[in-house]
């Protein structure tokens, strides 16, 4: 299988590329720095410079971009749609590395996680922006997308368990009541989902059992 990732040289990147090298897929990266050690392939390229030739003959495209400064919050918008503007109307399917804060937390999915009391406020507007990001996603039919939510606690440096629970759309907590998960846990999710393909036009979340 082939694939790209795109802002390859992130944390989360990082370990999907690895995981998916793990498993023999060809891995190709995308970023903005001269070199990326980890796929057999890097293309020095900024994501809003990507082209659909650039794309074409990918089984998956990978999106880990990220932003976190308040004056580049906008570009979770607009970077996703310019990938979905390039995949249009192809069979490369597109895997979002998305947030928490957009999950419900009840069975009405009228209140997410970001409105809780306990959420921190410095993150509420990258919450904001990462499900403005989501909902625009939804409206892309001539896409074939999935969006990737991780527990609340997403730890960079957590270990590998080799084990998640898959949830949906709603918050998952674990049998310890938890909502956790290791970067490195996350990347197994991703490449499953990349193997199999089970949830096109669907967001989904992982927690680490």
Same mark, same amino acid.
């Given at each position: 299988?082939?694939?790209? +990732?795109?802002? $390859?040289?992130?944390?989360?990147?990082?370990?999907?590329? @690895?995981?998916? /090298?793990?498993? %023999?897929? &060809?891995?190709?990266?995308?970023?903005?720095?001269?070199?990326?050690?980890?796929?057999?392939?890097?293309?020095?390229?900024?994501?809003?410079?990507?082209?659909?030739?650039?794309?074409?003959?990918?089984?998956?495209?990978?999106?880990?971009?990220?932003?976190?400064?308040?004056?580049?919050?906008?570009?979770?918008?607009?970077?996703?749609?310019?990938?979905?503007?390039?995949?249009?109307?192809?069979?490369?399917?597109?895997?979002? +590395?998305?947030? $928490?804060?957009?999950?419900?937390?009840?069975?009405?999915? @009228?209140?997410? /996680?970001?409105? %809780?009391? &306990?959420?921190?406020?410095?993150?509420?507007?990258?919450?904001?922006?990462?499900?403005?990001?989501?909902?625009?996603?939804?409206?892309?039919?001539?896409?074939?997308?999935?969006?990737?939510?991780?527990?609340?606690?997403?730890?960079?440096?957590?270990?590998?368990?080799?084990?998640?629970?898959?949830?949906?759309?709603?918050?998952?907590?674990?049998?310890?009541?938890?909502?956790?998960?290791?970067?490195?846990?996350?990347?197994?999710?991703?490449?499953?989902?990349?193997?199999?393909?089970?949830?096109?036009?669907?967001?989904?979340?992982?927690?680490?059992?």
């Amino acid at each position: 299988m082939k694939i790209a +990732v795109i802002a $390859a040289n992130g944390k989360v990147a990082g370990k999907v590329i @690895t995981e998916a /090298v793990n498993r %023999g897929f &060809d891995v190709t990266g995308f970023g903005r720095r001269d070199n990326n050690s980890d796929a057999q392939e890097y293309v020095k390229k900024d994501l809003f410079d990507i082209t659909a030739d650039d794309l074409k003959g990918f089984d998956a495209v990978v999106d880990a971009f990220g932003a976190w400064t308040e004056d580049t919050l906008g570009l979770h918008s607009t970077s996703l749609k310019h990938l979905c503007d390039v995949l249009s109307g192809t069979d490369t399917r597109l895997l979002v +590395v998305g947030g $928490a804060g957009s999950l419900y937390v009840n069975p009405e999915h @009228t209140a997410k /996680v970001s409105d %809780g009391p &306990d959420f921190p406020d410095e993150f509420k507007p990258l919450a904001a922006a990462m499900a403005k990001a989501l909902s625009e996603l939804r409206e892309r039919n001539d896409v074939k997308w999935t969006y990737i939510s991780p527990a609340g606690d997403f730890q960079a440096d957590g270990e590998r368990s080799g084990s998640y629970i898959l949830g949906g759309e709603e918050l998952t907590l674990n049998s310890r009541n938890e909502s956790i998960i290791s970067y490195a846990d996350y990347a197994i999710a991703m490449v499953d989902e990349i193997e199999k393909g089970d949830h096109i036009w669907q967001r989904i979340s992982v927690v680490r059992e």
